[in-house]
């Protein structure tokens, strides 16, 4: 039967088939961010996503196609399918038309092309069903917004079009123009920067795989990758990063859970690859990284004597009674901070370079050799945590003797007032105690200055002594300011008893002798601080080193693994 000349060719069905796609295309979204949790691999989450959009298209298409005549794309443009009667098709028919698409596909789209030079206007597809496209004149939509349509569908793949091509320039442009290897991240700033906003995060994400981006730690290359604001695109790069350093929890900083789990079910999928085929770059690079572990190890021990070394100079070398050699011990201080830094620095390029291995085939007795390298490695770290610990007592302690040792020489002169003062009253000579006991109060009043200071501060110290110093000097601030009224009343009634001169500040002296903390249980007591905050981390620190030297220097005399 002849169904008449109103087929529709290539343009119209390229619209259809552009809308359809878009409504597929979110209904996939929505399914995939379901499936993602499924407990399966990348590729069964891959082919389980591909089975379950394959079966909803196929009853999208299918029983649409065979009830009404159209889907919804080709409603909108106004045609519809139909068999060589001009009648609506079987679901049977739908069903065979829908899997002939693949084959139109895979023939590099040679299928749907042929409907532009076809005399029937006809796809593979549509021969193989034995079906045509025609104008539906049924169907009563309004042209505009068949028009509209079009017009979307167009921009729909002037943008699709774009953005492969954006691709495609960004990643050209990566290879040809390599990043500075000076200061690869400051060169990727200024080429990505000023880029139009898909382009700006393709840029990015080229760089990001770049060689020279690579050989940067861990927290700049995310760095890069925090700022692609196109999800996947993130994602991708940011297991980059993880399958490079081969920890799974940097996929962490992919930013939903959806690209979480899709970047951990890839690095699965890519350290498994790489563990039963490795390229020989891999090769190389494991090799590197073998024989990068013992160097790391040195730098380490390096920085772990000359922490011991500071903490032996500030605490058993050093004479603390000057402020010249409190501000010398807190330089070597800071000092043994940055030592402290630099042994952590090594130790997390040591774990990285065995978490890289670990992925590998390595013989059992190599493997063995790993798992007690990262134990030792583990020992180190204990060690490391435990002479911060004797470095933040160490803190702690010079602060508190730094303001001690500023009382003590505010003190000297205080006293040699206070004597001064002492001997005027015996002569008698009232107006130059006064005189005396003035300048007394004011070197008190700047002593106590420095107390409360100090005092405010004892939530960090968690001294306990500090408590019963603040109070001792602010029982000898009163003393002092009431000993002053007692000579001023003495100036105005110098005839005043000996016995009742002093009445009152005599009392409130005894007082102060009653909390008065003696030199010796004041030594005592920091030497008993300095043991709890000190030298106990000190010395669990040399015992755990003095364990893992053993280990370390046992693995050493055969360090050898052999990988498959």
Known sequence: MNIGTDRIGFGLRFVANIVDCVIILLISIILSRILIFLPVSLWGFIAINFLVLTITTLVYEGLMTSKYGWTLGKYLV????????????????????????????????IGYLMI?????????????????????????????????????????????LAYVSSAAIAGFLAGVHPLS????????????????????????????????????????RLEICSQI?????????????????????????????????????????????????????????????????????DTMFTSFQKVNNKIKSVHYDSDLSAPSNVAAAKDSLKEMNGE???????????????????????????????????????????????LE????????????????????????????????????????????????IIKAITLNDEMFAIRKTEYSRRSTYQMEILERLYNEDVLYQQFIAEKKKEIERLITSPNTPKSQRFAKSDEIYDKYNEVYVEEGEYNEYMS?????????????????LTEADIEYNALMRDYTFYWD
């Open 229 to 297: 604001s196109i999800n996947s695109l993130q994602m991708q790069c940011v297991n980059g990063v993880a399958v490079h350093l081969r920890q799974r929890d940097v996929c962490n900083n992919a930013q939903s859970g959806y690209h979480i789990r899709y970047c951990e079910k890839m690095y699965d999928s890519l350290t498994a690859f790489a563990q039963y085929w490795p390229s020989p770059n891999e090769r190389k690079n494991t090799r590197e990284t073998i024989d990068s572990i013992p160097e790391d190890f």
């Open 340 to 386: 402290i830094e630099n042994a952590r620095t090594s130790l997390q390029k040591i774990n990285e370079s065995i978490a890289l291995l670990k992925v590998l085939k390595f013989d059992e007795k190599s493997k063995e050799k790993l798992n007690q390298l990262e134990r030792t490695h583990q020992k180190y770290v204990k060690a490391l945590d435990k």
């Open 116 to 160: 532009l030079w076809d005399k029937e206007k006809q796809g593979l597809h549509d021969k193989i069903a034995n079906t045509y496209v025609t104008s539906d004149t049924k169907n009563k939509l309004n042209k505009k917004i068949k028009g509209a349509t079009i017009i979307i569908a167009v921009l729909i793949t002037i943008a699709y």
């Open 528 to 544: 008993s601080w300095m043991d709890k905050n000190v030298d106990i981390y000190w010395t669990e620190a040399s015992d755990i």
């Open 78 to 109: 106004q045609c519809k399918v139909v068999d060589e009667q001009g009648n609506k098709i079987s679901l049977k028919t739908s069903i065979i038309r829908f899997f002939s698409k693949f084959l139109s596909a895979l023939l590099l789209g």
């Open 389 to 436: 610990q004797a470095h933040d007592g160490s803190s702690v302690y010079l602060d508190f003797r730094g303001y001690e040792v500023q009382i003590w020489l505010i003190l000297d002169k205080f006293l040699s007032h206070n004597d001064l003062a002492n001997d005027y009253i015996d002569e008698e000579k009232f107006e130059k105690a006064k005189a005396e």
């Open 181 to 220: 290897t000076s200061n690869p991240i400051t060169d990727i700033a200024e080429r990505c920067s000023e880029k139009a906003y898909i382009f700006s995060d393709l840029c990015l994400a080229m760089y990001g795989k770049s060689k020279t981006l690579y050989e940067q730690n861990a927290t700049t």
